[in-house]
């Protein structure tokens, strides 16, 4: 990991961001293994971590988030502790807005024309949650078989800056996470085509099911109805389209 380099030696003006979010610590590198790692350093509330490229880079559930140099936005967020379900989907409602277009895949997948377009990731540390989100921006193409297909907001024909994407998304993120919970999840339930009348393949209690989605509980976690009635709540790991 190299530290900060001068403004002139980086693509994106972190300059610029820290004059249209006052007060904020953003601290950018040019290169980091992971800015969830960079950020656990230092877990002042409202410190943003941003970095050109990510060697190591962490989507949920072990997989890997490639992170192509300048292509992406690759930030963690440290924030206060709220319970993390709704956190995640605060975090979706976040980047969706900042993107501003585009549907959310419970918990928060960001996806475009059906394609992933942002991932977001959580997690918590004592008292404090480090909330990492990437947005595919301008790649043309990705390596590897991934399972959702992934896309940028260049392939979607979006145009958008990196620097004005972060502004609106750190704006966003303080935004959602200050509603209650009831209002991040009423919020979510209106924005995702997800949260109910979509067929899908998901895991519950170790098993694999399938049905209907019929909501969110209060606590944030989606519920699916089985073709049988039985309706499970879905308490991790996302949901697949059938
Ligand atoms: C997922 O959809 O699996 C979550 C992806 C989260 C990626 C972001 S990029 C910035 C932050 N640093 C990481 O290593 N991961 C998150």
């Known amino acids: 990991m190299r530290p900060s380099l001068p ?27 992971s800015t969830m790692i960079e950020a656990r350093r230092d877990m002042q509330t409202g410190r943003i971590v941003g970095a050109e490229e990510q060697t190591a880079g962490m989507g949920r559930h072990g997989r890997k988030w490639i992170s192509e140099p300048g292509a992406g ?23 969706r807005h900042a993107i501003g277009c585009g549907d959310i895949r419970w918990p ?42 992934p896309t940028s907001l260049l392939i979607e024909g979006v145009r958008a800056s990196r ?10 993120v303080d935004r959602y996470c200050e509603l209650s919970a009831e209002e991040i999840v009423r919020g979510f339930a209106g924005a995702s085509s997800y949260a109910s009348g979509r067929r ?3 895991e519950a209690a170790g098993k694999l099911v399938e049905g209907v989605t019929c909501g969110l509980d209060r606590a944030g ?19 697949r389209p059938i």
């Open 7 to 33: 403004k002139t030696a980086l693509l994106f003006d972190v300059e610029a961001v820290r004059a249209r979010l006052p007060g904020r610590r953003i601290d950018w590198f040019e290169s980091v293994d």
């Open 73 to 95: 936005l690759y930030i963690s967020m440290v924030l206060a502790a709220k319970p993390i379900p709704v956190v995640m989907l605060a975090l979706g409602l976040a980047a």
């Open 108 to 149: 928060n997948d960001v996806l475009v024309n059906g394609k992933k377009c942002s991932g977001v990731l959580a997690q918590l540390e004592r008292d404090t949650i480090i909330a990492g989100i990437g947005i595919n921006v301008s790649q043309t193409a990705f390596p590897g078989d991934l399972e959702t297909p």
């Open 163 to 172: 620097e004005d994407l972060l502004v609106a998304l750190v704006e966003a």
């Open 200 to 202: 899908v393949r998901a």
């Open 221 to 239: 976690f989606l519920q699916v109805r089985e073709d049988s009635g039985t309706v499970n709540t879905i308490l991790a790991g996302g949901v």
